[in-house]
């Protein structure tokens, strides 16, 4: 039987709701893109290389900052690899300190035209690796990348596949752009790249590419404690812990964080899932404490410290009184609803934070 409050719970019908009430988007301005990034390009005789050099002096926005030394921390450092026979280490993460050089850089490139007569790709993961054994511990929250260019897949020694695995393993994001048109490269590449970040060359190579730099650069603070929301620049932490929601109110505001927000039924899904994987001492979650605050007779969504907060869009639902506090309840028929409760209760409790991108940047990972 579901509980005795029930009779007070209104179950909620969510709809869609309008864009001005919608979860955070991630930032993707690519004038403040924030990554480490390895180019590895095939410069052999097979390498289709139209507009290779030109997609990716056009990645970064007019006013990136490349290199460190920067006020402002939200710039990335650029290190290029290319190899035919064999691999050549161009420029690593601290030869390149402007957005000039590293155009500068790839026009030489560019003239230099190709040599060797094999691609080995193998043999340009393996120098790749080298940079990021030696300097990819002087930035730790900086997202790692390595961006590969090639039309053909020939290895030596090692699988190109079995080497990006490893990189993968350590946080390394793998991005491939196969220049050419064989459907076998095509097919070998995916099996290189990261989940979704398997490219081929086009008109739009250079908005793709832009678009998948900010997607990686939009994180969680901390992965291992934090989920973040799907494709949405939000994250979450679970506390594990239990309190009055004054007190959950007041653990998280504490860290610029705020209650976590509901904005649909897709949201409150995702948010007692988070709670039912990740409670730490292993019960059963029931019912937790949302952001939903009442002030003067109305309902707000919490926010952090400084940031208005902002009223509970009509067409998500409505709450049956005009004060008090509101928590998802888990009932027997596996219903789950917000429940108009006492402020006291003790309960379980999620936070939200901004997630890191070009907008927010993070200074831990």
């Known amino acids: 039987m579901k509980y005795s409050l029930l009779v007070t719970a209104i ?33 052999s005789p097979t390498m289709i290389s139209d507009n290779v050099y030109e997609s990716i002096s056009s990645i970064f926005g007019p006013n990136s900052q490349i290199g460190t030394g920067y006020t402002d921390p939200r710039s990335s450092r650029v290190a290029i690899v290319t190899y035919n026979n064999y691999a050549t280490t161009v420029a690593d993460f601290r030869t390149i300190k402007s957005l000039q050089q590293l155009k500068t850089q790839l026009t030489a490139l560019e003239q230099a035209g190709n040599s060797g007569n094999q691609s080995y790709l193998d043999q340009g993961l393996i120098s790749a690796q080298s940079i990021l054994t030696k300097f990819g511990d002087d930035r730790v929250n900086y997202k790692k990348v390595v961006l590969i260019f090639t039309s053909s897949f020939d290895f030596i020694d090692s699988r ?53 730099l900010t997607t990686i650069n939009c994180h969680c603070y901390n992965y291992w404690t934090w989920t973040q929301y799907k494709h949405f620049g939000v994250c979450l932490l679970n506390p594990g812990v239990k309190g009055t929601h004054q007190a959950a109110h007041k653990y998280c505001s504490s860290s610029d964080m705020s209650l976590a927000t509901e904005f649909n ?15 730490i001492d292993g019960t059963t979650v029931s019912a937790y404490y949302n952001g939903l605050t009442s002030e003067h007779g109305k309902w707000y969504w919490d926010q952090p410290k400084g940031k208005p907060m902002i009223p509970l869009d009509p067409s998500s639902g409505s709450i049956s009184t005009t004060s008090g506090c509101v928590a998802d309840i888990k009932y027997s028929d596996g219903s789950i609803s917000w429940t108009p409760i006492s402020c006291s209760n003790s309960f379980n409790f999620l936070c939200e934070a901004a997630a890191c991108d070009t907008d927010n940047y993070c200074d831990s990972p």
């Open 11 to 43: 179950l909620l019908a969510f709809v869609p709701l309008s864009q001005s009430v919608s979860d955070r988007q991630c930032g993707n301005d690519t004038n403040f893109i924030w990554l480490d990034i390895i180019l590895v390009i095939d410069n």
């Open 265 to 279: 039924e897709e949201k409150r899904k995702f948010n007692y899932s988070k709670m039912l994987n990740n409670n």
């Open 160 to 212: 190109p596949d079995r080497l990006a695995e490893t990189m993968k393993s350590n946080g390394v994001t793998v991005i491939t752009v196969n220049t050419g048109k064989d459907k076998q490269v095509e097919k070998q590449l995916e099996g290189v790249a990261s989940a979704g970040f398997a490219f081929k060359m086009s008109t739009n190579t250079t908005e793709t590419l832009q678009n998948a």
